[in-house]
């Protein structure tokens, strides 16, 4: 069945680092790309995503390339803050999402 | 007002009692959806509802039942609650269709049993 696989954490950064989370998947079809956050105490949010292979999602600083060659959807950002500490979850979506386990963010001050 | 909102939002309870989470929702969307999430294993689909008159089964409904009370309201009962299903439980919607929309979550509730 489809699958997602993303890099376990913690993940510990200093401000202003450059970021990336790995992200693969296994499916039978051509699925949809997601990426979503989730800040302490709340629920998960669309970050962003892509439809179709070769699409880029953006928002926020953070970038996605959905690789079909490499059945992948990395999670990139430039320079990151302290407010991105959080947990990012990859998911794609077939006729349901599913969902990777979670990365946690600790980016420090 | 939030688009997904769950009832209670924290619960400590005993093992073996009975417990209903609600999940309202003022989207429209017709599909509904209930998860698990756990330390490490990430969100786990319990059951999904595509309309009022469906009701589906996810990747771990034991121990769990539900209920679609109309579009808006998806109700999950725990008939006998034991320890390990201690968790947060977070309730989703989306639109029907190959749109590929994203799920909206609600913010979540943490339940504990004792």
């Known amino acids: ?109 | 007002d939030a688009d997904v909102t769950q009832t209670p939002r924290n619960r400590i309870t005993k093992t073996g009692k009975r417990i209903m989470l609600e999940c309202s929702q003022t989207k429209g969307h017709d599909r509904m959806y209930w998860y698990r999430q756990d330390p490490g294993l990430g969100l786990r689909l319990i059951y999904y509802s595509f309309d009022v008159k469906d009701i589906n089964k996810g990747e771990i409904s034991d121990g769990y039942s539900v209920s679609r009370q109309a579009q808006a309201k998806f109700s999950l009962s725990l008939e006998s609650a034991i320890p390990n299903q201690t968790a947060l439980y977070f309730c989703a919607t989306s639109p029907p269709g190959t749109d590929n929309q994203p799920q909206h979550f609600g913010d979540g509730t943490r339940l504990s049993i004792l």
């Open chain 1, 1 to 109: 069945g489809d699958s997602v696989t993303q890099m376990e954490g913690p993940v510990t950064l200093s401000e202003e680092a450059c970021l990336t989370i790995n992200c693969t998947y296994t499916a039978t079809g051509y699925p949809s790309l997601f990426w979503y956050v989730q800040y302490p105490g709340e629920g998960l949010q669309l970050l962003l995503k892509a439809t179709k292979a070769d699409d880029k999602g953006s928002n926020k600083g953070f970038e996605a390339t959905y690789r079909k060659e490499t059945t992948s959807f990395h999670l990139e950002k430039g320079s990151v803050q302290v407010s991105d500490s959080a947990v990012y979850f990859c998911a794609l979506r077939d006729d349901k999402i599913i969902f990777g386990k979670g990365t946690r963010l600790h980016i420090l001050p």
